[in-house]
């Protein structure tokens, strides 16, 4: 069982940014793939960025690549959603997700998560 906790949502100027964090408890964090998504109000949950249990592959929606940055530290139990240049078009409650995973698969689907945070709002302004 692994429990997830994100934090560093907020309120934004468009262009502005922001980091998101997410821990997880427990003592095996480096066995799950972990990922970032977001819901709109009225829109399905997308997936915004993913990273294998080991961290040297990541994967993005088409619509923050070069915009947003995810990274993990094992060592804190937490991954990281560094989000630059935001645009409206961001705000969302983004969720931290975990799955326990072999090294090198990467994960893009909501369904493949069995691990969920409890979500943070992020509200960009324009």
């Known amino acids: 069982q692994v429990q997830l906790v994100e934090s560093g949502g907020g309120l934004v100027q468009a262009g502005g940014s922001l980091k998101l964090s997410c821990i997880a408890s427990?003592?095996?964090?480096?066995?799950?793939?972990m990922a970032w998504f977001r819901q709109a109000p009225g829109k399905e949950r997308e997936l915004v960025g993913a990273?294998?249990?080991?961290?040297?592959?990541?994967d993005y929606i088409d619509s923050v690549k070069g915009r947003f940055t995810i990274a993990r530290d094992n060592a804190k139990n937490t991954v990281y959603l560094q989000m630059n240049s935001l645009k409206p078009e961001d705000t969302a409650v983004y969720y931290c997700?975990?799955?326990?995973?072999?090294?090198?698969?990467?994960?893009?689907?909501?369904?493949?998560?069995?691990?969920w945070g409890q979500g943070t709002q992020v509200t960009v302004s324009s």
């Open positions: 997700a975990a799955r326990p995973a072999a090294s090198s698969l990467l994960y893009t689907q909501s369904r493949d998560y069995t691990y």
């Open positions: 427990g003592r095996t964090f480096s066995v799950y793939a």
């Open positions: 990273i294998t249990r080991s961290g040297l592959t990541t």
